[in-house]
């Protein structure tokens, strides 16, 4: 404590190039920040969309890295919310409970340090990550690609220590966020009908979420015939693959003739503009709820005729689930501990910090859920 560590990181020096793995020196945390050795990181899309240079907040050199989990190694000044040795999981969508956005009930995007965050930098504008005499761009307020990281005390949930780091990392993001797209933003009812589209570890979560509210039929989309095995085992009771559809049949129509004019609610979980509009078309008329998780590449635009939200239908977005870091996710471990929520069942990949780069191969695998990193 105190002093600065020296530890490995993957580094990404500069836009789609692979992380170059490397020797940094991570500062002590400043006032309000916490140091956090961290013990197993998931390996997202975003991480690989912003290395590849097409996001327009990306800042290189920079430690990516968003799902993590870890330990608390020391405190910054003013912290006591967090003690050395505390298991705890980096939130990329922080919780301050204190901002307008936090207070109001109707949000989980906190904003009070959101500017800093999208930057790369530290609440005092300044970096703690040091390699070969340069700073490096903190990512998402977490960096978790680097066996220790500074992040503010709103970045950090402290969790039951029982709790597996190894699972428990995936938490911080594509779980939580199809579990609380279905439970938090969509609130899907009980006998209702719902439609995934994108059957990765975001369209499993909502499945699982739409599982535990208890929907009558849970309809999977994807474009990959592998992913019915999949989709079947987290409860979804059919599975449909657009392109093998008879030519003349639309899904969307396929859809509305299956539920007897539409369904309660759908998600986009592809990030695809075209399936978005789909998603909200397939939706029954009068009361029925989209909800786009997916994120589309930058420059994307969705588009579908107003008649379709004049006559009843909702279009709306879910960022992290609507999940609040600090005031959900103790809840969504207990679940997990009591046996009543996946999380084992999504890890198909394992790779150790040194083949980092082999895990983001796994990843743009079509056979890929998640992989984890042991850091
Ligand atoms: P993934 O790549 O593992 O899964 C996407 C799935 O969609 C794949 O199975 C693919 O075969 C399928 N697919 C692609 N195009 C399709 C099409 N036209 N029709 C039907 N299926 C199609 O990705 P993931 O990790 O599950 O993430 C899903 C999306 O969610 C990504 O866009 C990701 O960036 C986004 N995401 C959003 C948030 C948020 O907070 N909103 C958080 C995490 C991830
Ligand atoms: O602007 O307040 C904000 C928060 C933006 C975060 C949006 C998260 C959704 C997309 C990220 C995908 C996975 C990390
Ligand atoms: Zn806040």
Redesign the pocket.
Known sequence: AGKPITCKAAVAWEASKPLSLETVEVAPPKAGEVRVKITWTGL???DYYTLSGNDPEGAFPAILGHEGAGIVESVGEGVTEFKEGQSVILLYTAECKQCKFCKSGKTNLCQSIRAYTGRGVMPDETKRFTCKGKELFHFMGTSTFSQYTVVSQYSLVAVDDRAPQEKTCLLG??IT?GYGAATKTAKVEEGSTVAV???????LAVLEGAVHSKASRIIA????DE?EAWAKKFGATDFIN?SKLPKDKKIVDHLVELTDGGLDYTFD????VK?MRDALEACHKGWGVSTI???AAAGQEISTRPFQLVTGRKWQG???GGVKGKTDLPGIIEKYMNKQFKIDEYITHHVKLDDINKGFDYMKS?DC?RCVTDM
């Open positions: 997202c899309h975003t993001c594509g966020t589209f994108g059957i990765g570890c975001v369209g989309i994807d474009l990959n992913k657009p979980c592809t990030g695809n399936v998780i997916g994120v879910s960022a992290f079509g859920i």
